[in-house]
């Protein structure tokens, strides 16, 4: 099967998916923004703003706004660089650590239920197509298209 069909066929899926699961967000869950930003800050650890916007791709100043939202409602904490003080680092609290397990687990509860019910061999291949789907993501993110 060409590359260019896989493309097609994995955006579909993938875009259901995200359709389904974005609906079963809870009214008072943290915005999609905000649960980027701290599964970043997972990966991470800390993080200067710069270096959270980047990965985000969205503007400084739009990553200062999300991140002192954040601090305002102790979800993440600042603190200035300690070789550069106009520097600020970003880290996630524990109560940003509750925050986010809380979401994710009541929004992926349907999909691991699936997830499980599937057989043994089935959900090897799946957690496979997981790490590959990974791999090519950070592929993808370095493709340029001029």
């Known amino acids: ?86 520097t600020s680092t970003v880290k996630r609290t524990a109560k940003g650590r509750q925050a986010v397990e809380r979401d994710l687990r009541h929004i992926t509860e349907p999909l691991a239920i699936a997830i499980g019910d599937l057989s043994r061999k089935d959900a090897a291949v799946l957690l496979r197509a997981v790490r590959v789907l990974d791999d090519v993501l950070s592929r993808v993110s370095s493709v340029r298209l001029d």
């Open 1 to 86: 099967m060409p590359a260019s069909r896989v493309a097609v066929d994995l955006y579909n899926v993938t875009h259901k998916l995200l359709r389904f699961l974005r609906r079963r967000r809870p009214r008072t869950a943290l915005t999609r923004e905000r649960v980027s930003a701290l599964l970043t800050l997972n990966q991470t650890g800390n993080a200067s703003i710069k270096e959270l916007a980047e990965t985000e791709h969205v503007a400084h100043s739009t990553m200062s706004r999300l991140v002192a939202g954040l601090a305002a409602t102790g979800l993440a904490a600042t603190s200035n660089h300690n070789s550069d003080k106009r």
